[in-house]
Nanobody
Framework: VQLVESGGGLVQAGGSLRLSCVVS????????MGWYRQAPGQQRELVAPITTPDGSTNYADSVKGRFTISRDNAKNTMYLQMNSLKPEDTAVYYC?????????????WGQGTQVTVSS
């Protein structure tokens, strides 16, 4: 199983980016997914989780009202729409998934995608 992120880049403050995370590989079911981020010298923090099957979401206080997490179950893809970006949003963003594979539950991480917001 692989998680592959895309969509990071350099953007000016106030701009927008959309991150994508595609889950691929052997037979699996997705229990939950989420986006994390890690800024230089800081611990990795949870930005937004989304659960299965009801798709309930939650957000870190720092991104509420600006970021939106969503999923396309048919495509095994998760998104993070980031609007009104601030320099403090600069970080490596990681996709995380809790998957059930052949009756066992595993935790998977993507490789990360850099988001840089200039002031």
């Amino acid at each position: 199983v692989q998680l592959v992120e895309s969509g990071g880049g350099l953007v000016q403050a106030g701009g927008s980016l959309r991150l994508s995370c595609v889950v691929s590989g052997s037979t699996f079911s997705i229990n939950a997914m989420g986006w994390y981020r890690q800024a230089p010298g800081q611990q990795r923090e949870l930005v937004a989780p989304i659960t299965t099957p009801d798709g309930s979401t939650n957000y870190a206080d720092s991104v509420k009202g600006r970021f939106t997490i969503s999923r396309d179950n048919a495509k095994n893809t998760m998104y993070l729409q980031m609007n009104s970006l601030k320099p403090e949003d600069t970080a490596v963003y990681y996709c995380h998934a809790i998957l059930e594979v052949r009756g066992y539950v595993y935790s998977y991480w993507g490789q990360g995608t850099q988001v840089t917001v200039s002031s």
